[in-house]
């Protein structure tokens, strides 16, 4: 079974709104989470590195104040996108590495759709 | 820069034949090189991965093979099915699973029955 569950898979909102996306390593400890965002049959672009603890690293280009992380426990990142605008639509993925068992896994996938 | 070259961008095989994905990295200090699968709609999964320790590592018709002094690892499915029709990321690392991973552009594969 997932190792890494992501919610919400699917979310639709108004343009202005904010949307948040849970992303809990299920059965192990991650100290580490990591955001990715996906455009269509594009590959996986790393958003940010989500420290428990601490703040996030952002990649460059990604903006802090519009998405934004926390990573409250050692279970459970949150990625929240401030005052969407139809163009963060995107396919937004989580991953967790565990070491014990030296995989990183990823999440399900949320699909955002901003009106 | 781009550390990590995926081809070809899209494969079409017969059901039963081979597919072969290639990467090329630049940076040495990678020490892991897992491949990915991804369907529509869905997270990518972890398919198979090698140490560069090994030249080759075998599951089931899953087999990667890897040339360290090239920089290259290669994905090889054997009697290809429907089924593994999916898009295919490499995606090497260094150090921990802890790290980032740095995914290649991905390969299409289809797989006609």
């Known amino acids: 079974g997932a190792v890494v569950s992501q919610h919400p898979s699917w979310v639709i909102c108004k343009s202005g709104t904010s949307v948040k996306i849970e992303c809990r390593s299920l059965?192990?400890?991650?100290?580490?989470m990591f955001w990715y965002r996906q455009f269509p049959k594009q590959s996986l672009m790393l958003m940010a590195t989500?420290?428990?603890?601490?703040?996030?690293?952002?990649e460059q280009g990604v903006e802090k104040d519009k998405f934004l992380i926390n990573h409250a426990s050692l279970t459970l990142s949150t990625l929240t996108v401030t005052s969407a605008h139809p163009e963060d639509s995107s396919f937004y993925i989580c991953?967790?590495?565990?070491?014990?068992?030296?995989?990183?896994?990823f999440g399900a996938g949320t699909r955002l759709s901003v009106l | 820069q781009q550390q990590v070259k995926q081809s070809p961008q899209s494969l079409i095989v017969q059901k039963g034949g081979i597919s072969i994905i290639n990467c090329a990295y630049e940076n040495t200090a990678f020490d892991y090189f897992p491949w990915y699968q991804q369907f529509p709609g869905k997270g990518p999964a972890l398919l198979i991965a090698?140490?560069?320790?090994?030249s080759e590592k075998k599951e089931g018709r899953f087999t990667i093979s890897f040339n360290k002094s090239a920089k290259q690892f290669s994905l090889h499915i054997m009697d290809s099915q429907p089924g593994d029709s999916a898009t295919y990321f490499c995606a090497p690392y260094s150090g921990s699973t802890l790290g980032r991973l740095y995914f290649g552009r991905g390969t299409q594969l289809t797989v006609w029955p």
């Open positions: 991953s967790a590495g565990s070491l014990a068992k030296n995989i990183q896994y």
């Open positions: 090698i140490r560069p320790d090994v």
């Open positions: 059965d192990f400890q991650a100290t580490t």
């Open positions: 989500s420290n428990e603890g601490s703040k996030a690293t952002y």
